[in-house]
């Protein structure tokens, strides 16, 4: 699971989360005039609200987190984990809008009980606002792109390198490529004592090598157009943005790869 994963609006399904397990401990109901002796029961004690809004509501918010920090989608029953916990998430906040409304049920309905019936307790609406934030939070997070900024910074990247020059010894990118060894044959037309190797393609004039992370999981694609993507950038994660091709940003991986990200938006540069 990769916790740099996770947005900020997975901040705010794990904030509602916390609120409603503590909603969970409060009363259930509330009495007008009651004494203080009065004994009311909490959240836990009325099963169709343990199960239909504090329960389900924690389980949408494990649903909807786990999904995110877990590198590939995971499916129950033919159903991903993520749209799962967001319809449980709806489901928590419009049962507990039901309670809050109507908080005994059919109790009220018997001749002289309304008189005395008692209302919505302080766990209960605390529990309705927690689960009103946490489907709002599961829902628009997709959708708002502030959002989708990182929960956990992304550490300071090092100093990018120019394109195509060697990094320093003991320099730990891992696509780094590596001189060759002392004694290698010269090329036609090389000087003696040159390395051989490919020489690498200067970006555009106007184009700076610089580090950048990407808020979400962003696919990278081939530069050659093709359809299926070659690899998937990880939120966390510090990639090097190389030149600025025709289709995207074309960004290389940590293992070497070159691809296109064709969809930079809200990205952090480093």
């Known amino acids: 699971m990769n916790i740099r994963s996770l947005t900020r609006g997975d901040g705010v399904v794990i904030g509602a989360a916390v609120l409603l397990f503590i909603a969970s401990f409060l009363d259930n109901y509330s009495y007008d005039n009651a004494p203080d002796s009065l004994d009311i029961p909490s959240l836990w004690s009325n099963g169709p609200v343990l199960l239909s809004v504090v329960l389900a509501g924690l389980i949408s918010a494990a649903l909807v987190v786990v999904s995110r920090a877990l590198p590939q989608p995971r499916k129950v029953a033919g159903l991903e984990l993520g749209p799962f916990g967001v319809a449980f998430a709806l489901f928590a906040a419009w049962s507990a809008l039901g309670n809050v409304i109507d908080p005994v049920g059919g109790l009220d309905n018997f001749e002289g009980s309304s008189s005395n019936a008692p209302s919505a307790g302080t766990g209960l609406i605390i529990a309705l606002i927690a689960t009103l934030v946490m489907a ?46 002392f004694g290698g044959q010269p090329q036609p037309g090389q000087p003696f004592g040159a390395q051989p190797g490919p020489a690498a393609q200067p970006p555009a ?66």
């Open 136 to 181: 709002g939070a599961a829902v628009a997070t997709p959708l708002v792109p502030a959002l989708q900024a990182g929960l956990v910074p992304a550490p300071k990247p090092p100093t990018p390198q120019p394109y195509g020059a060697q990094p320093p010894a003991g320099y730990g990118y891992p696509g780094a490529q590596q001189p060759a060894g």
């Open 205 to 270: 004039p106007d184009f700076s090598p610089f580090w950048f992370a990407v808020p979400v999981p962003r696919p990278l694609y081939a530069e050659d157009g093709a359809p299926m993507p070659i690899a998937e950038l990880a939120p966390g994660t510090w990639y090097l943005a190389v030149e600025q091709g025709a289709q995207g940003l074309v960004a290389q991986t940590q293992d070497g790869r070159r691809g296109v990200l064709r969809d930079t938006s809200g990205i952090q540069r480093g």
